[in-house]
């Protein structure tokens, strides 16, 4: 007599391999029978028995509200066995576990790589939402990047820290860049390459001789660091402003020749204005270049440049120059609030490059020099969502009295208190990140029980083993020669080393920084006292937290001369990585485990309903204790129509905060041309897909989102824990 009808289930399970696929429960039944028919009859399971097991399983599935891994699918079905009292069978299956396991290890890249190739590997796919996975470029980098993961976990990295990465107690960033020496992110010299001229691919670049020339030999320096380093990369503006001048006088001369030439008079008024009137064009079209360039560019790895534009105009002298930096940074808001044309030639928010505007005295208040320049500023941040802001005042106070750009991002530099630069002053570009090893905090919690002396005990023990796996990056650097990189080590960009020599000496003294990134806050909090790190009890905790994390950063350094900094991770993958990873090890616990993805760093809970005021002035004390790195943000509605309300943001930011931006929503859909805020809904298979509000299209490759994921604007889409994260998003303005 056969068995009951089995339950049929339409939902996607994700293969070891990455890829996901439909759930086929006759593979199930066939894994246990195959299992059964290894035992003696007596010992055997009967039909209804195996049937009732795969069905059992098929409903848990079809409940999950995540496509659920076949580890974790095989780990039901030795439970469901051992429910059935099938002792024998399920040693029989536990076996073959255990084979195929051993089978897998012998290489662990194969099905990776036919995966990506065969643009199967969702966990790859969705890894980087500024990351086109179809493209070939892309695919060749992700690739080489298996290969590379494959070599660091069994060869580069110690056991106990692919081991600890692996069950998501840390996380050891970019092992896909590991094995060939590179480095994270860094603040490009421009200056330094612009003014004493580069090499680029063998190739002498001499001092331009006008700002447009000084722009497109910007975007060129851009796009080979890009490809000589895997993070993220920021340029200031202020570099490019004495080409404005150079430019300035060459017109000047020309107009004067023309005007001779055809017999016009020389009116030192009118040559003036054609002078400014041309100058005013060619800013324009450098500008333009700048932007254009950096959208379409595509570096070896197969995505534009990370870079980050910096336009602060203190960071020049007073007078002709700075306002010359005023008209360049005019002009680049302009050109970013107009946007990029798509494919359909709809006008867009491109996702590069990321700008951040400076705040200070000059252009803070109504009535300051530089204020309408704020006003456009805030007009475009309405728009595209940047630029994001830094405060001047405040860093001074966070940064021994310095004001300087992120490195990308978010990751910032330690303050220089030495006087790295060739005359004993304060240097910042030219500075990089060795790396970044991020401790999950919330697994620290969990691993706890509640137990406030167990949980410290762990945390430090956690500590050292990140300070392990951090010295596992420096030394990995140790021994690089300059050859490997010649526009970074040789021509500029971060030294101007000798052939042959080795990058060793940048690696100690506060010249390069390496990063201890933390994750999960919130959750960390919850699980210890039972409150948000909001309320007062968890304020308390959540910052003496923050401060052994800083303790130890200097204890290392103290230690070692190398410059280790707490940093506030941009998780996107990891967010959902390290959330499965904790349903896993400690099951669903409420407020903690019970989303598909744990909180960046510091931040206030998506779902916690707080003003943006409050936010921002609540989240500056984790800030100053994440000087390795960190960024605080609002969620807005459409600010287009209230302009004075974003300024209002923008001088709170000044006086109480240093680093934040404002996540506005900038969407298209190309089927029926609505441009608004695309939704995230629940499809019949409990997956969370994109949706267009006014005709329904679901189709990803016929719409244009663009959502803040982590510090910079993702294009791409993303994984289903960072999309429930982002559905999940309440406002604060």
Known sequence: ?????????????????????????????????????????????????????????????????????????????????????????????VRYRYKRNLARKSNTTDDGILALIDQANEEVKQENSNKNPVINSTQRDYMAGEVSKDLTRRVLLPEEIVSAHEQGIIHFHDADYF????????????????????????????????????????????????????????????????FVDVSRKKIHKAVIEERKLCGEPLDEEIIAKITEMRLKEEIKSGIQTIQYQLVTLMTCNGQAPFVTVFMYLDEVPEGQTRDDLAMIIEEMLIQRMQGTKNEKGVWITPAFPKLIYALDEDNITEGSKYWELTKLAAECTAKRMVPDYISAKMMREYKNGDVYPCMGCRSFLTPDTEGLGE??????????????????????ACSSYGDMDKFWEILDERLELCHRALRCRHERLLGTVSDVAPILWQHGALARLKKGETIDRL???????????????????????????????????????????????AQWREAENISYSVYGTPMESTTYKFAKKLQKRFGIIKGVTDKNYITNSYHV?????????KKLKFEADFQKLSPGGAISYI?????????????????????????????????????????????????????????????????????AVARRTCGYIGTQFWNQGRTQEIKERVLHL
């Open 423 to 444: 005359n004993g002053e304060h240097k910042y570009y030219g500075r990089f990140n060795q790396g970044v090893v991020t401790i999950n905090l919330v697994d620290v």
């Open 605 to 613: 809970h998506v779902t916690e309903k707080i003003d943006a005021f």
């Open 507 to 553: 690696l100690f003294n506060n010249h390069s920084t390496i990063s201890l990134g933390y994750a999960g806050l919130y959750e960390m909090c919850v699980r210890m006292t039972g409150k948000s790190h909001t309320s007062e009890e968890g304020r308390e905790f959540s910052l003496a937290v923050m401060q052994r994390l800083n303790d130890k950063c």
């Open 179 to 242: 094995a060939q020496r590179e480095h994270n992110c860094d603040l490009v010299n421009l200056e330094d390459m612009l003014q004493n001229g580069t090499v680029i691919s063998e190739t002498m670049i001499e001092k331009p001789h006008s700002f447009l020339t000084a722009c497109n030999v910007t975007t060129q320096i851009v796009a080979q660091v890009a490809s000589n380093q895997y993070g993220g990369q920021s340029i200031t503006l202020s570099h490019l402003a004495p």
């Open 635 to 703: 969620e807005v509605p459409n600010m287009q129509n209230n302009i004075p309300a974003v300024l209002s943001v923008m001088q709170f930011i000044y006086n109480n905060i240093m680093y934040a931006e404002l996540n506005t929503k900038s969407d298209y859909c190309m089927e029926c041309g609505y441009d608004g805020e695309i939704e995230v809904v629940e499809n019949e298979n409990h997956k969370l897909i994109w949706r267009c509000p006014n005709c329904g299209n679901t189709n990803e490759s016929k719409m």
């Open 1 to 93: 007599m056969a068995p009951a009808t089995p339950v049929v289930v339409k939902t996607n399970i994700i293969k070891r391999n990455g890829e996901e696929v439909l759930f086929d429960q006759q593979k199930i039944i066939n894994a246990i029978a195959k299992a059964n028919r290894e035992v003696d009859p007596i010992h055997q399971m009967n039909p209804y028995q195996i049937q009732a097991i795969a069905d059992n399983i098929a409903v848990k599935i079809a409940a999950s509200p995540h496509a659920m891994n076949v580890e974790d699918i095989q780990e039901m079905v030795e439970t469901g066995i051992m429910e059935m009292r099938g002792f024998e069978v399920a040693q029989k299956y």
